[in-house]
Protein backbone atom coordinates (compact mmCIF):
# COMPACT_ATOMS: atom_id res chain seq x y z
CA UNK A 1 0.00 0.00 0.00
CA UNK A 2 1.58 3.58 -0.54
CA UNK A 3 0.38 6.85 -0.14
CA UNK A 4 0.69 8.32 -3.57
CA UNK A 5 -2.48 9.27 -5.72
CA UNK A 6 -3.63 6.43 -7.85
CA UNK A 7 -3.59 7.35 -11.60
CA UNK A 8 -6.99 7.49 -13.24
CA UNK A 9 -8.09 4.54 -15.08
CA UNK A 10 -8.98 5.56 -18.62
CA UNK A 11 -10.26 1.63 -19.99
CA UNK A 12 -13.67 0.71 -20.77
CA UNK A 13 -16.00 -0.50 -18.05
CA UNK A 14 -16.97 -3.69 -17.20
CA UNK A 15 -18.25 -5.85 -14.45
CA UNK A 16 -16.79 -9.19 -13.58
CA UNK A 17 -18.42 -11.63 -11.01
CA UNK A 18 -18.37 -15.37 -10.41
CA UNK A 19 -20.03 -18.49 -7.92
CA UNK A 20 -18.13 -21.27 -6.85
CA UNK A 21 -19.60 -24.79 -8.25
CA UNK A 22 -20.12 -26.58 -4.24
CA UNK A 23 -23.34 -27.01 -3.92
CA UNK A 24 -27.31 -26.09 -5.02
CA UNK A 25 -28.32 -22.76 -5.72
CA UNK A 26 -30.02 -20.98 -4.00
CA UNK A 27 -33.49 -18.58 -3.86
CA UNK A 28 -30.77 -16.25 -2.12
CA UNK A 29 -28.19 -17.07 -4.85
CA UNK A 30 -30.84 -15.48 -7.03
CA UNK A 31 -32.44 -12.62 -5.57
CA UNK A 32 -28.87 -11.68 -4.46
CA UNK A 33 -26.60 -12.37 -7.27
CA UNK A 34 -28.21 -14.25 -10.49
CA UNK A 35 -31.35 -11.94 -10.65
CA UNK A 36 -28.88 -9.10 -10.87
CA UNK A 37 -26.47 -10.51 -13.45
CA UNK A 38 -28.98 -10.82 -15.66
CA UNK A 39 -29.75 -6.88 -15.05
CA UNK A 40 -25.98 -6.25 -15.59
CA UNK A 41 -25.52 -7.54 -18.78
CA UNK A 42 -27.72 -5.27 -20.53
CA UNK A 43 -25.84 -2.17 -18.79
CA UNK A 44 -22.34 -2.56 -19.42
CA UNK A 45 -19.92 -5.84 -20.84
CA UNK A 46 -20.22 -9.03 -18.14
CA UNK A 47 -18.00 -11.80 -17.25
CA UNK A 48 -19.41 -14.08 -15.34
CA UNK A 49 -17.73 -17.32 -14.32
CA UNK A 50 -18.22 -20.89 -12.72
CA UNK A 51 -15.14 -20.49 -9.68
CA UNK A 52 -14.25 -24.35 -10.46
CA UNK A 53 -10.18 -22.91 -9.25
CA UNK A 54 -11.75 -21.45 -6.10
CA UNK A 55 -13.48 -24.55 -5.35
CA UNK A 56 -10.50 -26.94 -5.00
CA UNK A 57 -9.32 -24.96 -2.23
CA UNK A 58 -10.95 -27.57 0.15
CA UNK A 59 -11.60 -30.83 -1.20
CA UNK A 60 -14.34 -31.74 -4.02
CA UNK A 61 -14.75 -35.23 -5.75
CA UNK A 62 -13.04 -35.13 -9.16
CA UNK A 63 -15.74 -36.56 -10.91
CA UNK A 64 -18.52 -34.51 -9.33
CA UNK A 65 -16.97 -31.07 -10.12
CA UNK A 66 -17.30 -31.42 -13.85
CA UNK A 67 -21.50 -31.51 -13.58
CA UNK A 68 -21.41 -29.35 -10.58
CA UNK A 69 -19.68 -26.73 -13.20
CA UNK A 70 -22.26 -27.48 -15.66
CA UNK A 71 -25.27 -26.92 -12.85
CA UNK A 72 -23.95 -22.95 -12.29
CA UNK A 73 -23.60 -23.09 -15.98
CA UNK A 74 -27.10 -24.09 -16.07
CA UNK A 75 -28.28 -21.83 -13.45
CA UNK A 76 -26.38 -18.55 -14.82
CA UNK A 77 -28.81 -19.27 -18.37
CA UNK A 78 -31.87 -20.06 -16.75
CA UNK A 79 -31.87 -17.22 -14.47
CA UNK A 80 -31.51 -14.64 -17.84
CA UNK A 81 -27.79 -14.77 -18.51
CA UNK A 82 -28.00 -14.24 -22.62
CA UNK A 83 -24.57 -16.01 -23.88
CA UNK A 84 -25.01 -14.17 -26.75
CA UNK A 85 -24.73 -11.18 -24.83
CA UNK A 86 -22.75 -11.72 -21.40
CA UNK A 87 -19.54 -13.71 -21.44
CA UNK A 88 -20.02 -17.04 -19.84
CA UNK A 89 -17.17 -19.49 -18.79
CA UNK A 90 -15.41 -22.10 -16.28
CA UNK A 91 -12.36 -20.36 -14.62
CA UNK A 92 -10.14 -23.45 -14.81
CA UNK A 93 -10.36 -22.58 -18.61
CA UNK A 94 -8.70 -19.49 -18.97
CA UNK A 95 -5.03 -20.12 -17.58
CA UNK A 96 -4.48 -16.56 -17.55
CA UNK A 97 -6.31 -16.53 -14.19
CA UNK A 98 -3.66 -18.86 -12.89
CA UNK A 99 -0.77 -16.95 -14.68
CA UNK A 100 -1.53 -13.51 -13.16
CA UNK A 101 -2.47 -14.75 -9.86
CA UNK A 102 1.08 -15.95 -9.23
CA UNK A 103 2.24 -12.42 -10.41
CA UNK A 104 0.13 -11.23 -7.75
CA UNK A 105 1.16 -13.92 -4.95
CA UNK A 106 4.43 -11.70 -5.54
CA UNK A 107 3.09 -8.47 -5.45
CA UNK A 108 0.43 -8.88 -2.03
CA UNK A 109 2.33 -8.58 1.09
CA UNK A 110 1.86 -11.58 3.77
CA UNK A 111 0.27 -8.95 6.01
CA UNK A 112 -2.67 -7.99 4.15
CA UNK A 113 -3.44 -11.98 3.63
CA UNK A 114 -3.10 -12.44 7.49
CA UNK A 115 -6.27 -9.48 8.27
CA UNK A 116 -8.54 -11.28 5.86
CA UNK A 117 -11.15 -12.24 7.60
CA UNK A 118 -12.87 -15.03 5.52
CA UNK A 119 -9.80 -17.28 6.02
CA UNK A 120 -9.88 -16.93 9.60
CA UNK A 121 -13.82 -17.90 10.01
CA UNK A 122 -13.55 -21.09 7.15
CA UNK A 123 -9.87 -22.39 9.24
CA UNK A 124 -10.62 -21.70 12.73
CA UNK A 125 -8.80 -22.78 15.20
CA UNK A 126 -7.13 -25.30 12.97
CA UNK A 127 -5.48 -22.78 10.01
CA UNK A 128 -2.52 -25.04 9.79
CA UNK A 129 -4.50 -27.89 8.03
CA UNK A 130 -5.89 -25.60 5.33
CA UNK A 131 -4.50 -25.30 1.86
CA UNK A 132 -1.86 -22.96 0.86
CA UNK A 133 -4.76 -21.92 -1.62
CA UNK A 134 -7.48 -21.65 1.02
CA UNK A 135 -5.33 -18.64 2.75
CA UNK A 136 -4.10 -17.31 -1.09
CA UNK A 137 -7.48 -16.97 -2.64
CA UNK A 138 -8.37 -13.99 -2.26
CA UNK A 139 -4.86 -12.87 -4.60
CA UNK A 140 -6.66 -15.32 -7.46
CA UNK A 141 -9.65 -13.12 -6.69
CA UNK A 142 -8.02 -10.18 -7.58
CA UNK A 143 -6.74 -11.98 -10.46
CA UNK A 144 -10.39 -13.15 -11.70
CA UNK A 145 -10.93 -9.06 -12.14
CA UNK A 146 -8.02 -7.59 -12.88
CA UNK A 147 -7.27 -9.92 -15.76
CA UNK A 148 -10.43 -8.36 -17.81
CA UNK A 149 -9.05 -4.97 -16.15
CA UNK A 150 -13.11 -4.86 -14.60
CA UNK A 151 -13.75 -2.13 -12.99
CA UNK A 152 -17.11 -3.09 -11.16
CA UNK A 153 -17.31 -5.91 -8.82
CA UNK A 154 -20.92 -7.15 -7.25
CA UNK A 155 -19.96 -8.00 -3.40
CA UNK A 156 -21.91 -8.94 -0.61
CA UNK A 157 -21.05 -7.54 2.65
CA UNK A 158 -18.07 -11.26 3.01
CA UNK A 159 -16.39 -10.06 0.47
CA UNK A 160 -15.91 -6.38 0.55
CA UNK A 161 -12.41 -6.78 1.86
CA UNK A 162 -11.14 -8.79 -0.84
CA UNK A 163 -12.07 -6.15 -3.07
CA UNK A 164 -10.12 -3.76 -0.96
CA UNK A 165 -6.89 -6.50 -1.04
CA UNK A 166 -7.66 -6.15 -4.91
CA UNK A 167 -7.72 -2.64 -5.17
CA UNK A 168 -3.95 -3.12 -2.84
CA UNK A 169 -2.58 -5.35 -5.24
CA UNK A 170 -3.74 -3.21 -8.53
CA UNK A 171 -2.32 0.15 -6.94
CA UNK A 172 0.78 -1.58 -5.51
CA UNK A 173 1.82 -3.26 -9.12
CA UNK A 174 0.89 0.02 -10.70
CA UNK A 175 3.71 1.22 -8.61
CA UNK A 176 6.02 -1.11 -8.61
CA UNK A 177 6.30 -1.57 -12.38
CA UNK A 178 5.94 2.75 -13.50
CA UNK A 179 2.55 1.62 -14.79
CA UNK A 180 0.09 4.26 -13.81
CA UNK A 181 -3.21 3.85 -14.44
CA UNK A 182 -2.35 -0.26 -15.86
CA UNK A 183 -5.03 -1.35 -14.03
CA UNK A 184 -8.14 -0.15 -12.58
CA UNK A 185 -8.86 -0.19 -9.26
CA UNK A 186 -12.40 -2.14 -9.18
CA UNK A 187 -15.51 -0.01 -7.43
CA UNK A 188 -17.79 -2.43 -5.27
CA UNK A 189 -21.48 -2.61 -6.72
CA UNK A 190 -23.95 -2.74 -3.89
CA UNK A 191 -26.35 -5.96 -4.08
CA UNK A 192 -29.50 -3.41 -3.08
CA UNK A 193 -33.10 -4.93 -1.68
CA UNK A 194 -33.92 -8.49 -1.19
CA UNK A 195 -29.61 -9.74 -1.15
CA UNK A 196 -29.83 -10.97 2.53
CA UNK A 197 -32.13 -13.43 2.30
CA UNK A 198 -32.43 -15.46 5.58
CA UNK A 199 -33.00 -19.17 6.15
CA UNK A 200 -36.16 -20.65 6.63
CA UNK A 201 -35.54 -22.19 9.70
CA UNK A 202 -33.64 -19.70 11.58
CA UNK A 203 -34.05 -16.12 10.74
CA UNK A 204 -31.01 -15.20 12.21
CA UNK A 205 -28.70 -17.11 9.93
CA UNK A 206 -28.36 -16.73 5.98
CA UNK A 207 -29.86 -18.89 3.73
CA UNK A 208 -27.22 -21.20 2.76
CA UNK A 209 -26.52 -24.15 0.51
CA UNK A 210 -24.11 -26.03 2.80
CA UNK A 211 -26.97 -25.91 5.17
CA UNK A 212 -27.55 -29.65 6.50
CA UNK A 213 -31.48 -29.07 6.37
CA UNK A 214 -32.66 -28.71 2.49
CA UNK A 215 -35.95 -26.78 4.09
CA UNK A 216 -34.12 -24.28 5.50
CA UNK A 217 -33.47 -23.05 1.69
CA UNK A 218 -34.86 -23.23 -1.54
CA UNK A 219 -33.08 -24.45 -4.20
CA UNK A 220 -33.06 -23.39 -7.84
CA UNK A 221 -33.55 -27.33 -8.87
CA UNK A 222 -36.56 -27.60 -6.79
CA UNK A 223 -40.11 -28.42 -8.17
CA UNK A 224 -43.76 -26.66 -7.47
CA UNK A 225 -44.65 -28.99 -4.91
CA UNK A 226 -40.85 -28.84 -2.84
CA UNK A 227 -41.09 -24.73 -3.15
CA UNK A 228 -44.97 -24.55 -1.71
CA UNK A 229 -44.14 -27.16 1.23
CA UNK A 230 -41.03 -25.44 2.29
CA UNK A 231 -42.86 -22.23 2.35
CA UNK A 232 -45.49 -23.32 3.93
CA UNK A 233 -43.04 -25.26 6.60
CA UNK A 234 -40.81 -22.16 6.88
CA UNK A 235 -40.88 -21.14 11.01
CA UNK A 236 -42.74 -18.12 11.82
CA UNK A 237 -44.30 -17.05 15.05
CA UNK A 238 -48.30 -16.51 15.66
CA UNK A 239 -48.79 -12.73 15.46
CA UNK A 240 -50.25 -11.37 12.55
CA UNK A 241 -48.24 -9.10 10.18
CA UNK A 242 -47.76 -5.32 11.13
CA UNK A 243 -48.21 -2.21 9.26
CA UNK A 244 -44.74 -1.23 9.16
CA UNK A 245 -41.43 -2.35 9.01
CA UNK A 246 -40.21 -1.21 13.02
CA UNK A 247 -43.16 -3.68 13.90
CA UNK A 248 -41.25 -6.28 12.60
CA UNK A 249 -38.73 -5.86 15.37
CA UNK A 250 -37.16 -9.00 16.84
CA UNK A 251 -39.54 -11.04 14.61
CA UNK A 252 -36.81 -12.29 12.64
CA UNK A 253 -38.36 -14.97 10.38
CA UNK A 254 -41.40 -13.10 9.95
CA UNK A 255 -39.17 -10.43 8.23
CA UNK A 256 -36.94 -13.17 6.17
CA UNK A 257 -40.62 -14.03 4.74
CA UNK A 258 -41.66 -10.14 3.76
CA UNK A 259 -38.17 -9.38 2.43
CA UNK A 260 -38.42 -12.33 0.45
CA UNK A 261 -42.27 -11.89 -0.82
CA UNK A 262 -41.06 -7.91 -1.50
CA UNK A 263 -38.25 -9.03 -3.52
CA UNK A 264 -39.98 -11.41 -5.70
CA UNK A 265 -42.96 -9.55 -6.46
CA UNK A 266 -40.86 -6.66 -7.29
CA UNK A 267 -42.36 -4.68 -4.20
CA UNK A 268 -41.19 -2.31 -1.51
CA UNK A 269 -41.54 -4.30 2.11
CA UNK A 270 -43.53 -1.42 3.14
CA UNK A 271 -45.90 -2.23 0.48
CA UNK A 272 -46.06 -5.99 1.57
CA UNK A 273 -47.16 -4.59 4.67
CA UNK A 274 -49.63 -2.32 3.57
CA UNK A 275 -51.34 -5.03 1.82
CA UNK A 276 -51.04 -7.50 4.69
CA UNK A 277 -51.09 -6.09 7.46
CA UNK A 278 -53.23 -7.78 10.06
CA UNK A 279 -53.47 -10.76 8.35
CA UNK A 280 -51.40 -13.96 10.01
CA UNK A 281 -49.47 -16.11 8.29
CA UNK A 282 -51.62 -18.62 7.48
CA UNK A 283 -53.16 -16.14 4.98
CA UNK A 284 -49.76 -14.62 3.86
CA UNK A 285 -47.89 -18.04 3.60
CA UNK A 286 -49.88 -19.00 0.54
CA UNK A 287 -49.38 -16.06 -0.99
CA UNK A 288 -45.84 -16.39 -0.85
CA UNK A 289 -46.28 -19.72 -1.85
CA UNK A 290 -47.92 -18.96 -5.09
CA UNK A 291 -45.70 -16.35 -5.90
CA UNK A 292 -42.40 -18.05 -5.41
CA UNK A 293 -43.68 -21.24 -7.15
CA UNK A 294 -44.75 -18.58 -10.43
CA UNK A 295 -41.15 -16.97 -10.63
CA UNK A 296 -38.91 -19.78 -9.09
CA UNK A 297 -40.30 -22.76 -10.85
CA UNK A 298 -39.78 -22.11 -14.02
CA UNK A 299 -36.24 -21.71 -13.58
CA UNK A 300 -36.08 -25.02 -11.90
CA UNK A 301 -37.88 -26.58 -15.45
CA UNK A 302 -35.10 -24.14 -17.86
CA UNK A 303 -32.50 -25.81 -15.66
CA UNK A 304 -33.56 -29.76 -15.80
CA UNK A 305 -34.06 -29.11 -19.49
CA UNK A 306 -30.36 -27.73 -20.25
CA UNK A 307 -28.81 -30.40 -18.01
CA UNK A 308 -30.73 -32.68 -20.34
CA UNK A 309 -28.40 -31.30 -22.77
CA UNK A 310 -24.93 -31.26 -21.02
CA UNK A 311 -23.08 -30.88 -24.53
CA UNK A 312 -25.01 -27.59 -24.97
CA UNK A 313 -23.69 -26.40 -21.75
CA UNK A 314 -20.16 -27.40 -22.70
CA UNK A 315 -20.68 -25.55 -26.37
CA UNK A 316 -21.33 -22.83 -24.51
CA UNK A 317 -18.76 -22.59 -21.85
CA UNK A 318 -16.08 -23.27 -24.78
CA UNK A 319 -17.26 -20.50 -26.79
CA UNK A 320 -17.55 -18.07 -22.93
CA UNK A 321 -13.73 -19.15 -22.47
CA UNK A 322 -12.66 -18.41 -25.91
CA UNK A 323 -13.93 -14.58 -25.70
CA UNK A 324 -12.80 -14.72 -22.26
CA UNK A 325 -9.17 -15.06 -23.31
CA UNK A 326 -8.94 -12.84 -26.21
CA UNK A 327 -9.05 -10.43 -23.39
CA UNK A 328 -7.08 -11.89 -20.81
CA UNK A 329 -4.37 -12.79 -22.77
CA UNK A 330 -3.02 -9.81 -23.89
CA UNK A 331 -3.37 -8.40 -20.28
CA UNK A 332 -1.53 -11.28 -19.08
CA UNK A 333 1.07 -10.70 -22.12
CA UNK A 334 1.56 -7.03 -21.20
CA UNK A 335 2.09 -7.90 -17.35
CA UNK A 336 4.76 -10.33 -18.70
CA UNK A 337 6.84 -7.30 -20.13
CA UNK A 338 6.13 -5.56 -16.98
CA UNK A 339 7.61 -8.02 -14.49
CA UNK A 340 10.82 -8.93 -17.14
CA UNK A 341 9.76 -11.83 -17.88
CA UNK A 342 12.17 -14.07 -20.15
CA UNK A 343 10.59 -13.69 -23.47
CA UNK A 344 12.81 -16.23 -25.77
Known sequence: MTDQAPAPYAGPERVLSGVQPTGDLHLGNYLGALVKFARLQHEIPTFIFVADMHAITVWQEPAKLKQQVREIAAAYLATGLDPKVATIFAQSAVPEHAELAWVFNCVARLGWLDRMTQFKDKAGKHKERESVGLYTYPVLQAADILVYKATKVPVGDDQKQHLELTRDIAQKFNNDFSAPGYFPLPEPLTQGPGARVMSLRDGTAKMSK?????????????????????VRKARTDPDPLPETMEGLEGRAEAKNLVTIYAALAGQSEAQVLAEFAGQGFGAFKPKLADLAVSVMGPIGGEMRRLLADPAEIDRILADGASRARELAAPTVAEVKKLVGYWAG
Open 210 to 230: SDPSDNSRINLTDDADAISQK
